[in-house]
């Protein structure tokens, strides 16, 4: 799993490449640790090269989008493939989030 952080335009953006899965979910939380920092800016998961989200996934990114919410900010998911839709779909994720293509 690799996980990359810049910052574009004003907004925060986090590129997940490889499988989002239980093993890789300790390593990539702290990786993304310093988007739970970031204030009052819009927060972009670029999963289009995500191949695979797990439990463990998604409650690290419930964590993001709670914490830039109480900074005033926003997270979106960008360029989910099939997979990676269908189980946000199937644990209501895809009600939480906000995509963008």
Do not use: W
């Not at 490449?17 to 890789?24: F, H, I, K, M, N």
């Not at 463990?56 to 109480?70: H, S, T």
Request: hydrophobic fraction near 40%; charge should be negative; glycine fraction near 8%.
């Amino acid at each position: 799993m690799k996980t990359t952080i810049q910052e574009t335009g004003g907004k925060v953006v986090a590129v997940l490449e490889g499988s989002l899965d239980t093993v890789a979910a300790a390593e990539t939380e702290e990786a993304l640790r310093p988007l739970n920092d970031v204030e009052g800016k819009d927060i972009i998961i670029d999963c289009t090269k995500l191949e695979y989200i797990s439990s463990a996934g998604l409650r690290i990114f419930l964590v993001i989008l709670q914490n830039a919410e109480e900074k005033g900010g926003h997270v979106y998911i960008r360029g989910i493939n099939d997979t990676v839709r269908e189980i946000f779909t199937i644990t209501g994720f895809s009600n939480i989030f906000e995509f963008m293509e």
